[in-house]
Nanobody, 124 residues
Framework: QVQVVESGGGLVQAGGSLRLSCAAS????????MGWFRQAPGKEREFVAT????????LYGDSVKGRFTISSDTAKKRVYLQMNNLKPEDTAIYYC?????????????????WGQGTQVTVSS
């Protein structure tokens, strides 16, 4: 069974940047997708970005397009989320998602595995 662990969260001022990392372990077949979701207090888990196993196809949520970039290192079994021009409304717990099969992870119900989450706080 695949497990994922996030790291890289923290406190940053508005306009700043952070880079999140997600490390996967376990048996990973050649076709899988990974992604990032976030959840703010009192809100539902929101899709942020997803990438396919080869790193050749990525999708983004509307609220982060042009500011966030998802990337992957297949050899290291890691996926990254570079977050630039952060805003206070980006404050949330960010979760890494993983699922086997083709296609990205754009809904929370599509993920097979979740990490424990990493807190991102953006101050104004």
């Amino acid at each position: 069974q695949v497990q994922v662990v996030e790291s890289g969260g923290g406190l940053v001022q508005a306009g700043g940047s952070l880079r999140l990392s997600c490390a996967a372990s376990g048996r990973m077949y050649s076709n899988y997708a990974m992604g990032w979701f976030r959840q703010a207090p009192g809100k539902e888990r929101e899709f942020v970005a997803t990438i396919n196993w080869s790193g050749t196809s990525a999708l983004y949520g509307d609220s982060v397009k042009g500011r966030f970039t998802i990337s992957s290192d297949t050899a290291k079994k890691r996926v990254y989320l570079q977050m630039n021009n952060l805003k206070p409304e980006d404050t949330a717990i960010y979760y890494c998602a993983f699922r086997l099969g083709y296609g990205g992870i754009t809904t929370a119900t599509a993920s097979d595995t979740w990490g424990q989450g990493t807190q991102v706080t953006v101050s104004s």
